[in-house]
């Protein structure tokens, strides 16, 4: 039995938590919002002919209800997975932008130190050409450097002082110059990156949003889904639990779905058996002891109808419960109640089984079927009953019915019943063939 879901939505909690003074008819067809009335309008205990019709509909109604949700469960789970990829992709992306905001990041880092190194050394040869210049005044005042450029041994070595004097001078003065170029190159560099982190820090911010924005949403199909799958789980609940309170409705026959006929009227002539057999419920051994010799069964007319005269026989004891193996006269199951009523009519012959029956005299149509004919269902035949053609032209049984090996006489449901043979009813489509005794 499936575990009940805490999400649900219309669900069979309270089936038996609301009580009905009495059972009427329901015509509505509109189901919606109102599955738990009817679950208890439809219950085992409720269900009857008279709302039988609308608890058919209901259960159509659960079934395609269930058959919807499952369909939009499919769906739902096809969006979540699209949502799914969809984050994923997302997520990605969001590792892609903080892995390049991290590349820019030490770029820049090392660009600032670079920049930092760069004024260093330009604050550093500044100040070596500073002093140098100022050491050159300070020459220039004692004449040293006249001394030392006149203190050449000629004219070459003269002019070559000279000119080195002033190409120190201007290589200093190119190694700064140089140097605030690097610097500016730096900068410059050092402020793409920034701009560069600064839209890849504007994409990251829309990728957080969009990873908000499907997770969130994804959060949600999962709460769709997981309530979905709840709403499966109790309509799948609440259509096992209809469908069998229905069949057991059908399987019993409560209540008789025809006017039951009449019992038949004794013939003045010679019965073929004495004053009849009680169908009281009390009394008897075993049934599988319950002897067949005692009484017969009431009036049995003498009209030379075989199978009125079979009908009639079986009639007597309707009410008598169901034991598995006894043949009457106060207990039966179902090939015994049909030897029983045979023998009393007249029909000789030893006692057979449901499958044995199915296979004797010969077979007729449900159309041209009359009173008094076997029918069978199943194949081999599991159980047997007695036709009645009504007086509208209607078919129903009566049979022993409702019990099983285990159904000694104790249950007041499984009995010798009349039960529908009607299109639509629950032993029609279950019969397999209808045999005419002769």
């Known amino acids: 039995m499936k575990v009940k879901k805490t999400i649900s939505t219309i669900l069979v909690l309270s089936i038996f938590t609301t009580t009905y003074s009495s059972i009427l008819p329901v015509s509505a067809v ?6 738990n009335k009817y679950m208890n309008l439809c ?9 039988k019709s609308t608890c058919e509909q209901f259960n159509k109604y659960l079934k395609k209800k269930n058959k919807d949700l499952t369909a939009q469960l499919a769906n739902q789970k096809e969006a979540a997975n699209d949502t799914k990829a969809t984050l994923e992709n997302v997520q990605k992306q969001l590792e892609s932008l903080n892995k390049q905001i991290s590349d820019r990041e030490a770029e820049i880092n090392y660009l600032t130190t670079t920049i930092s190194n760069l004024q260093a050394n330009i604050e550093k040869n500044t100040q070596i050409l500073k002093d140098r210049m100022y050491s050159m005044q300070s020459y220039t005042n004692e004449n ?15 002019f070559a002082r000279i000119e080195g004097f002033n190409e120190l001078t201007k290589n200093d003065k190119e190694l700064i110059e140089e140097l605030n170029n690097q ?28 990873q908000s924005k499907y997770t969130a949403l994804l959060e949600e199909q999962n709460k769709n889904i997981a309530s ?34 009449p019992p038949p009227k004794p013939d003045n002539g010679n019965n073929s058996s004495n004053s009849g057999g009680s169908s009281n419920n009390n009394g008897g051994n075993s049934g599988n002891n319950d002897s067949d010799n005692n009484n017969t069964g009431g009036n049995i007319p003498n009209n030379g109808d075989l199978g009125e005269r079979i009908y009639a026989a079986a009639y007597t004891k309707l009410g008598a419960r169901y034991w598995w193996g006894a043949q009457g006269p106060t207990y039966f199951d179902c090939s015994g109640f049909v030897y029983w009523s045979l023998k009393q009519a007249g029909v000789g012959g030893g006692r057979n089984t449901a499958s044995g029956y199915s ?41 022993a019915g409702g019990g099983d090996s285990s159904t000694h006489g104790d249950d007041p449901n499984a009995c010798v019943k009349i039960s529908s043979l009607e299109p639509g009813s ?6 397999s063939t209808i045999r005419r005794v002769s």
């Open 359 to 399: 296979k004797m005299w010969s077979s007729v149509s449900f159309s041209n079927s009359k009173t008094g004919d076997l029918v069978c269902f199943g194949n081999p035949a599991y159980h047997i009953g007695i036709v009645i053609v009504n007086s509208d032209g209607s078919r129903s049984m009566i049979h």
């Open 183 to 210: 610097r500016k190159q730096v900068q410059e560099q050092q402020k793409t990156l920034e701009d560069t982190k600064a839209i890849l820090l504007n994409q990251q911010d829309e990728q957080k949003a969009l």
């Open 30 to 35: 509109d189901f919606e919002g109102n599955e």
């Open 426 to 431: 629950y032993y029609y489509s279950r019969i």
């Open 43 to 51: 219950s085992s205990s409720n269900i009857s002919n008279s709302n």
């Open 144 to 158: 040293t450097i006249i001394n030392y450029i006149f203190g050449a041994s000629n004219f070459s070595d003269m």
């Open 228 to 261: 979905t799958q709840n709403a499966i789980y109790d309509y799948g609940d609440m259509t096992e639990s209809l469908s069998a309170a229905i069949e057991e409705f059908n399987k019993n026959a409560y209540e008789t779905p025809t006017p039951p006929p």
